[in-house]
T-cell receptor
Framework: SAVISQKPSRDICQRGTSLTIQCQVD?????MFWYRQQPGQSLTLIAT?????????ESGFVIDKFPISRPNLTFSTLTVSNMSPEDSSIYLC??????????FGPGTRLLVL | QKEVEQNSGPLSVPEGAIASLNCTYS??????FFWYRQYSGKSPELIMS????GDKEDGRFTAQLNKASQYVSLLIRDSQPSDSATYLC?????????????FGKGTLLTVNP
């Protein structure tokens, strides 16, 4: 399985600001995803990060709020824009390599005040 | 709307007993099924995958799949206190090149010494 790191591991932010979360994988992977896990809830897919093209967003998530970049096969960023307290969550990236299933990074714990 | 349903628990079992976790899903064309374990404050960790009807065993864990009934389960034999965690059922819909995971809300398992 791939080794996945995320930065930052946690942050406390003021409302109205933006935070960019980085996801780095130790090997090239075909697919990368971004999930959100709100307090006490399960995981919800935000978008699929596509290398060299625009991300594919799930219903309820838009590019203006959650812009995503994927410049190569080992790296992606998720930005949470114009944050509100409702954005307080754990944000997780996951990767799918070849025929394997998805493995998750350690997550970024975000608290918006 | 593709759905994955799990009993939220908590499920409490004594040490050494068998813990049985259940999951149903709504999308008949689902191909791949996974169980993730999530310790409090940590990211999900893949523990089992199953793709065809029947049982799949890995150490103390057995996954069972019945596609006709749209049902997947996880049995944990000889439960240990270290098994105490939330168990997430996930279903992958691989239509086209889209390998999205839909998660259930998770079942909290407590193994009592």
């Amino acid at each position: 399985s791939a080794v996945i790191s995320q930065k930052p591991s946690r942050d406390i932010c003021q409302r109205g600001t933006s935070l960019t979360i980085q996801c780095q994988v130790d090997s090239q992977v075909t697919m990368m995803f971004w999930y959100r896990q709100q307090p006490g809830q399960s995981l919800t897919l935000i978008a699929t990060a596509n290398q060299g093209s625009e991300a594919t967003y799930e219903s309820g998530f838009v590019i203006d709020k959650f812009p995503i970049s994927r410049p190569n096969l080992t790296f992606s960023t998720l930005t949470v824009s114009n944050m509100s307290p409702e954005d307080s969550s754990i944000y997780l990236c996951s990767v799918r390599a070849g025929q394997e299933t998805q493995y998750f990074g350690p997550g970024t714990r975000l608290l918006v005040l | 709307q593709k759905e994955v349903e799990q009993n939220s628990g908590p499920l409490s079992v004594p040490e050494g007993a068998i813990a049985s976790l259940n999951c149903t899903y709504s999308d008949r064309v689902s191909q791949s099924f996974f169980w993730y374990r999530q310790y409090s404050g940590k990211s999900p960790e893949l523990i089992m995958s199953i793709y065809s009807n029947g049982d799949k065993e890995d150490g103390r864990f057995t996954a069972q799949l019945n596609k006709a009934s749209q049902y997947v389960s996880l049995l944990i034999r000889d439960s240990q206190p270290s098994d105490s965690a939330t168990y997430l059922c996930a279903v992958e819909n691989s239509g086209g090149s889209n390998y999205k995971l839909t998660f259930g809300k998770g079942t909290l398992l407590t193994v009592n010494p």
